[in-house]
């Protein structure tokens, strides 16, 4: 039987609609279910909603609905935003769900009949955003310690959990167990914590203050505390998510991935808890940090909280994921801002990987019919050598090192570190060179295997960050992937896939955005085929001619911009480079008509985007309102890239 791997995020509190804190954390438990299937483990991935407590009680009144449809209305946003983050959870539970509360007040009343759950009065400060109550001496300035929010003082009668009593234990178990609480200044922070008088915890709430909740088994008048309610989910969900439920084949968990403002509740309440339920403590819990905007605290008064939905809708999920994960360390704090994360678009992906593969596809259709070519063992140099050294080390060390300790941009700085090596590979070679002398095909084709195989490499490496990414790689490169199964349980070898793929163009994987774009829609811009109208003081210098790069560019794909009856946007080849222009040539022309054409280009143009859609270069055309003919070569033998003079 494979081995097993359980993995949860925390439950959301549905009081408000997701934010990137919580894509942040499910993206992270995604890749890592993601890669540990591809190795052949078996995985249960977790997530779901915290739904009780005073903050959704408040929420629902202050929206003039119940409690329950107050949940109903948000649970969707959530579970349309993992879908649109092609989040690949096995399990989604809720804490209104019955099947849940039974395991909730079967744990209850197991310590209450254990004396381990106690009644007492109690005057405290109590903080309603973090829903716990706290002693004098923790409270500063009338204020929370934890949120700084304004405190209220409470004398109540509540049930107490006794979570003293697992002090030591939790002590002599962090000691003996470095690797419990990662990364380490976090297990640090606990240990710190510890070092003071655990108190025992409430773990009730009054319904005369507090109704929506799971009611005590032993006293019908309190509902319990929201904290005792969610984390028992991690077990909870375990009875009845699973294809074939079974707590002892999932538990103890893998990791909990949690955001640092909750380490605390589970690192201690959650632990406490199991020890005194006689349930093992998981193997790891993993608390990262938070993320700012442009250097400041996310707040809708601020109007910087970055949404999810919105980011995607523009740049796309694989963009997101790669960013968030590539940006800074996990378990540190990171701060999102859209010139970091058009600049790593633009370096890492667009002129990165995705310009990998777009100019080896099109060297493969150029010059070996569009077959990925067999290596001549004989025309094998160091180039060679090297890049196959570093693609094995990747996918059968390097991965695997750093993913097992979650450290997601050292894994992806390791990639790209193949994706560079991979671009450097073509130009040292220049295939396009090669091509010209026909006692260099065998050479040629060498060149070709170990670039299309570099590429098969990184599909692979980068299948769990970017899933729709990696599938389309596989698409364009004739990879016969299906990712459901597990492709690296055996080592990936050099050479496994044999030659003759074929391979098909497709849209960039990434193109190019312009930093202004990103922030605001791009102010209207000439169509790009349109020429000017003629003016008496137009003449220009030599000087001025020379600063237009004009190339020979060959039409690959060609498609209608929607809404459009003008603009058709068009792939081009300008050798080993593929570019997206828009070209308002659509009266004259259809798709079919210009597909396969020799034309001319605007090289040097800055990008600009022309009905939403970027146009990256002008193609050259004759006529004054409308276009009445492109310019084009007749000697169809003229390489893309030539330079026009």
């Not at 948000?74 to 804490?95: M, V, Y």
């Not at 380490?263 to 093992?280: G, P, R």
């Not at 605001?520 to 109208?533: F, G, H, T, W």
Request: aromatic residues 10%; glycine residues 6%.
């Amino acid at each position: 039987m494979p081995n097993s791997f359980y993995i949860t995020t925390p439950i959301y509190y549905v009081n408000d609609v997701p934010h990137i804190g919580h894509a942040y954390t499910t993206i992270a438990a995604d890749v890592l279910a993601r890669w540990r299937r591809l190795i052949g483990e078996e995985v249960f991935f977790l997530t779901g909603l915290d739904e009780h407590g005073q903050k959704v009680q408040q929420a629902a009144a202050k929206a003039g609905v119940s409690p329950q449809e107050h949940c109903d209305r948000l649970t969707p946003q959530f579970r349309t935003l993992w879908e649109k983050l092609a989040i690949s959870n096995d399990g989604f539970i809720r804490t209104t769900d019955g099947r849940h509360q039974a395991v909730v007040q079967r744990f209850l009343q197991e310590l209450y009949d254990k004396q381990l759950i106690y009644r007492a009065e109690y005057t405290g400060w109590y903080c309603t955003f973090d829903e716990r109550f706290w002693t004098e001496k923790d409270v500063d300035n009338g204020r929370c310690p934890d949120c700084q929010r304004p405190v209220e003082q409470l004398s109540e009668s509540n049930y107490f959990f006794r979570m003293s009593q697992f002090q030591q234990r939790l002590l002599d178990h962090l000691e003996a167990n470095p690797t419990f609480i990662r990364p380490e200044s976090r297990r640090n922070e606990v240990l710190g914590f510890l070092q003071k008088p655990l108190e025992d915890l409430s773990i009730s709430r009054p319904k005369s203050r507090l109704s929506w909740g799971i009611e005590l088994p032993f006293d019908a008048d309190y509902v319990t505390y929201v904290w005792f309610d969610a984390l028992v989910n991690y077990v909870s969900a375990l009875e009845y998510l699973p294809p074939q439920p079974s707590v002892d084949r999932w538990w103890p968990a893998t990791v909990h991935l949690v955001g640092k403002d909750i380490l605390t509740t589970h690192a201690v309440y959650w632990s406490t808890m199991l020890m005194a339920l006689e349930i093992s403590l998981p193997h790891a819990i993993f608390a990262h940090g938070w993320w700012t905007v442009d250097g400041e605290k996310m707040s809708k008064s601020r109007g910087n909280v970055v949404d999810p939905y919105a980011v995607i809708d523009r740049f796309g999920a694989d963009a997101f994921r790669y960013f968030l994960l590539r940006e800074i360390p996990f378990g540190q704090d990171g701060d999102f801002s859209h010139e970091s994360f058009v600049g790593r678009i633009n370096a890492d992906l667009a002129n990165g990987l995705g310009n990998l593969l777009s100019r080896t596809v099109t060297l493969i259709q150029r010059f070996c019919h569009g077959a990925v070519p067999a290596p001549d063992p004989s025309s094998i140099t160091g180039l060679e050598t090297d890049l196959q050294a570093a693609a094995e080390s990747l996918m059968q060390k390097t991965l695997s090192h750093h993913l097992r300790r979650v450290e997601f941009n050292r894994t992806l700085e390791a990639i790209w570190g193949l994706v560079q090596l991979g671009n450097q590979y073509i130009d040292k070679t220049a295939p396009w060179v090669l091509a010209k002398n026909p006692d260099d095909a065998q050479r040629l084709h060498t060149v070709l295997f170990h670039a299309a195989e570099t590429l098969r490499f990184l599909c692979l490496a980068v299948y769990p960050f970017m899933p729709d990414t990696a599938q389309e790689m596989a698409r364009q490169l004739g990879l016969p992937y299906d990712f459901s199964r597990a492709l690296l349980k055996a080592p990936v070898a050099w050479g496994d896939q044999e030659s003759g793929a074929t391979v098909v163009k497709g849209k960039a994987l990434f193109p190019r955005v312009e930093a202004a774009a990103s922030q605001s829609p791009a102010k209207p811009q000439p169509e790009a085929s349109a020429l000017s109208p003629k003016d008496e003081d137009n003449r220009i210098t030599i000087q001025d001619f020379q600063k237009v790069e004009l190339k020979v560019a060959k039409v690959l794909t060609a498609e209608r911009v929607p809404k459009s009856n003008k603009l058709l946007k068009l792939q081009v080849d300008l050798g080993g480079e593929q570019r997206q222009i828009v070209a308002g040539i659509g009266k004259k022309y259809g798709p079919d008509d210009v597909v396969g054409k020799t034309i001319v280009v605007v090289a040097n143009l800055k990008p600009a985007k022309l009905m939403g859609v970027e146009s990256q270069g002008m193609v050259l055309a004759a006529g004054d309102q409308d276009v009445q003919g492109l310019v084009t070569f007749e000697d169809a033998g003229l390489e893309p890239g030539t330079k026009v003079k």
